[in-house]
């Protein structure tokens, strides 16, 4: 069972910029696609960004241009790089990782606080 671990939030003022970290307890390389999701207080959780197994990344309309997410196989982590901080960006960020089989088996990290004021 591998185990996803957020880590790198905390509280920033708007306009700045935070490096999130998910750490995975195994090989990363199993998995296909991995992502950062966050969800607002009273708001659903949704996708922030995507990135699979060859690099290639998808992004929210409202973070294009502000975040960048990467991964790092021989780390077994991803990162989601957050600069230009706005408001609107305080949530919960949870990592996700699916490794496709049959079933498709998808993981959860237990998220990082990321908090921008004013």
């Known amino acids: 069972q591998v185990q996803l671990v957020e880590s790198g939030g905390g509280l920033v003022q708007a306009g700045g910029s935070l490096r999130l970290s998910c750490s995975a307890s195994g090989s990363i390389f199993r998995f296909n696609n991995m992502g950062w999701y966050r969800q607002a207080p009273g708001k659903q959780r949704e996708l922030v960004a995507t990135?699979?197994?060859?690099?290639?990344?998808s992004y929210d309309d409202s973070v294009k241009g502000r975040f960048t997410i990467s991964r790092s196989n021989a780390k077994n982590s991803m990162y989601l790089q957050m600069d230009s901080l706005k408001l609107e960006d305080t949530a919960v960020y949870y990592c996700n990782a699916v490794q496709w089989g049959d079933p498709d088996v998808e993981y959860w990290g237990k998220g990082t606080l990321v908090t921008v004021s004013s």
């Open positions: 990135i699979t197994r060859s690099d290639s990344t």
